[in-house]
């Protein structure tokens, strides 16, 4: 996983968010059913960001959280604008534009199939430098996808920001390199496990088997019907 890099901020940070996510019943540990996430692993683990949108104050400490980030790891002053991601980006983009008092933008999966076919909706011109926003990232194939939408459509995007980064599954960051795109995040399971275990939020015997599948995420997947390499 990749926390042990992060420094003091970013530790204490993804703790703080793993508290967050665990309180508002965001996290769901399931090794004995596993869930199929979008990109088709299977998973012990699930965490749904978007239930964030309903509680303000827990929104409105990820939000600080996020802006901090930003700042410190792309530059104040190395950014114009904000895009998120349909949909489940565009609540968290919302936030941290009106928190950092940039403008916003919010990308389409597709082109939509009437009017001016717009994949970005909002106000954004040529060489504008976008940092996108997501929820979360698992291996990091979708935001490959909006970065490329948003360089179609003039800008210069070569960072992203998710609340939550798997952390789990192979080669999500070096995908991501290889298209000039940094990710940046703010929690990942490594956190979450720490916090779970600490607060005790699950059963030993249900955290015991997500830590086996964190062990190796592409075995577990493959053997309980998800896709490998």
């Known amino acids: 996983m990749p926390s042990p890099n992060r420094?003091?901020?970013?530790?204490?940070?993804?703790?703080?968010?793993?508290?967050?996510?665990?309180?508002?019943?965001?996290?769901?540990?399931?090794?004995?059913?596993?869930?199929?996430?979008?990109?088709?692993?299977?998973?012990?683990?699930?965490?749904?960001?978007?239930?964030l949108i309903s509680f303000p104050k827990e929104r409105q400490t990820?939000?600080?959280?996020?802006?901090?980030?930003?700042?410190?790891?792309?530059?104040?002053?190395?950014?114009?604008?904000?895009?998120?991601?349909?949909?489940a980006g565009i609540p968290y983009a919302a936030w941290i534009s009106d928190a950092l008092n940039v403008p916003m933008q919010y990308v389409r999966k597709k082109p939509k199939g009437f009017g001016r076919m717009a994949q970005i909706e909002g106000e954004l011109t040529e060489g504008q430098r976008?940092?996108?926003?997501?929820?979360?990232?698992?291996d990091g194939g979708s935001k490959v996808l909006f970065v490329k939408a948003l360089r179609d459509a003039g800008a210069v995007c070569e960072d992203c920001l998710?609340?939550?980064?798997?952390?789990?599954?192979?080669?999500?960051?070096e995908s991501l390199a290889q298209d000039n795109?940094?990710?940046h995040y703010l929690c990942t399971w490594a956190d979450v496990i720490k916090v779970a275990e600490d607060g005790k939020y699950f059963p030993q015997d249900a955290i015991a088997?997500?830590?086996e599948f964190l062990k190796d995420p592409v075995a577990w997947s493959v053997a309980h019907g998800g896709k490998g390499t």
Not at 130 to 138: F, G, K, N, R
Not at 162 to 173: C, H, N, Q, S, T
């Open 7 to 51: 420094n003091v901020r970013q530790q204490a940070a993804g703790l703080t968010v793993a508290k967050i996510l665990l309180d508002i019943k965001a996290v769901n540990f399931r090794p004995q059913e596993p869930y199929k996430l979008t990109a088709g692993w299977a998973s012990a683990v699930y965490i749904d960001c978007r239930k």
């Open 62 to 87: 990820v939000t600080a959280l996020a802006k901090a980030e930003i700042l410190e790891s792309v530059g104040a002053g190395k950014f114009d604008t904000v895009a998120g991601g349909e949909t």
């Open 130 to 138: 976008v940092v996108l926003v997501e929820d979360l990232a698992s």
């Open 162 to 173: 998710v609340v939550f980064f798997y952390g789990a599954f192979p080669g999500a960051l």
């Open 181 to 183: 795109i940094n990710l």
């Open 209 to 211: 088997g997500v830590k």
